[in-house]
């Protein structure tokens, strides 16, 4: 229980960690402060500043983070540092909610997950989709058992031009491309509407299609530096007896880029364009209910709130638990595996 405003660390200080800044000035200072920001970029760093002219600035997170005097870090820097980064947070006393993709590989989630464990502090990975109301909505009416057991699910992570406006196309930094960076949003969001099962079997295949599509209108530094997968099929068998296939593409075509449709027993429940079909006595019924508009900004300031809220209240992030983040990295690592190899993983 906290009787004063949470005390946040902001490190990273670019693209997302501005949607994060527009939902905690929202918030009001009475809830949420930004106590300490860190970015290697100057004019970033500056830009932070200004934004929260109370808050301590560094360039290293080493000397931004004073043991014992700020409640979460939000990491916002590339997946490459993510670890270190963690592992810093939570030893300096904080509760860690970090973006999306979580870790370069497993081990490095296992050693994260362990120290939280340890210390007793929370870990969230910035999965913000599951904070949707349509997420939500089909999450419960699952859980609920009313539509049948889940069978089938498709998800689907795209966009028409690679992300460039970061190095997420540049392993060294982010770790793996589209499946990584982007896929990974509705894969997590399947798995969780699904009940959370565990998986058991990977197999996916992977290509670049980047610069032959798309790359003559990125300068050279780019075309130099990218060197990610941008386009990934995949198959996940389930221990519930669920199987999965995904598709990720940053050179797509098709305008709807982010969603998942899972088929049960009884029904067909899709989350963009959010649908809600179900076998009736032989018949398809549509019982999509009305629900206010799924904004992705407003998701991530929806997840903030809600995390700020439960700290404040000394209630525990009940989102998202250990073994669901280690299923994901596990899936996120096996696809990687099995494109290289050419092989089937077996979890
Ligand atoms: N949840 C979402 O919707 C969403 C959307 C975009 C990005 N992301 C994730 O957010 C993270 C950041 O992505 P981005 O698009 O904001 O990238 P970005 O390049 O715009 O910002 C990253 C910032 O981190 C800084 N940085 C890098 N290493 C650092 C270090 N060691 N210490 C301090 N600062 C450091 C960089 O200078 C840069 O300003 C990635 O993991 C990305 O996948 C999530």
């Not at 229980?1 to 693209?15: N, P």
């Not at 589209?178 to 996916?204: E, F, I, R, Y």
Request: hydrophobic share 40%; net charge negative; aromatic share 6%.
């Amino acid at each position: 229980m906290l009787d004063r405003a949470v005390r946040i660390g902001m490190i990273g200080c670019g693209t997302q960690a501005n949607v994060h800044f527009t939902g905690l000035k929202a918030l009001g200072t009475d809830q949420a402060t930004v106590a300490a920001v860190c970015d290697l970029d100057d004019e970033r760093l500056a830009a932070a500043c200004q934004l929260w002219p109370e808050a301590r600035a560094a360039k290293d997170y080493r000397n931004m983070l004073a043991p014992g005097d700020l409640d979460l870090v939000i990491v916002a820097t590339m997946p490459n540092t993510h670890e270190a980064i963690s592992l810093a947070s939570l030893d300096a006393g904080a509760c860690v909610l970090c973006e999306k993709p979580f870790m370069m590989n497993v081990a490095q989630a296992e050693a994260v997950l362990a120290k939280a464990a340890a210390t007793g502090l929370q870990v969230q990975l910035g999965t913000n989709m599951r904070y949707m109301p349509s997420s939500q909505y089909l999450h419960d009416l699952v859980q609920g058992g009313t539509i049948g057991e889940p069978v089938f699910a498709k998800a689907w992570g795209c966009h028409d031009d690679p992300p460039v406006w970061g190095p997420h196309y540049h392993l060294a930094t982010s770790g793996g491309g589209v499946l990584a960076s982007t896929l990974v949003h509705t894969l997590d969001l399947a798995m969780w509407v699904g009940g959370s099962p565990n998986p058991l079997t990977v197999s996916a295949a992977t290509r670049r299609l980047f610069p032959g599509k798309r790359g003559s209108k990125v300068d050279a530094v780019i075309r130099a530096r990218y060197d990610a997968e941008d386009l990934i099929s995949g198959l996940v068998r389930f221990d519930n007896g669920t199987f999965y296939s995904l598709e990720g593409n940053w050179c797509s075509e098709v305008t709807n880029f982010h969603s998942f449709e899972l088929t049960t027993t009884h029904a067909t429940i899709t989350g963009e364009p959010f649908a809600v079909k179900v076998d009736v006595e032989g018949e398809i019924v549509d019982q999509t209910p009305q629900l206010d508009g799924d904004d992705w900004s407003q998701s991530v300031h929806t997840q903030d709130a809600t995390l700020i809220a439960q700290l404040r209240a000394g209630e525990p992030w009940d989102m998202q638990d250990a073994r669901q983040l280690l299923n994901l990295q596990k899936v996120v690592d096996a696809c990687y595996e099995s494109a290289r190899t050419g092989r089937e993983v077996v979890l």
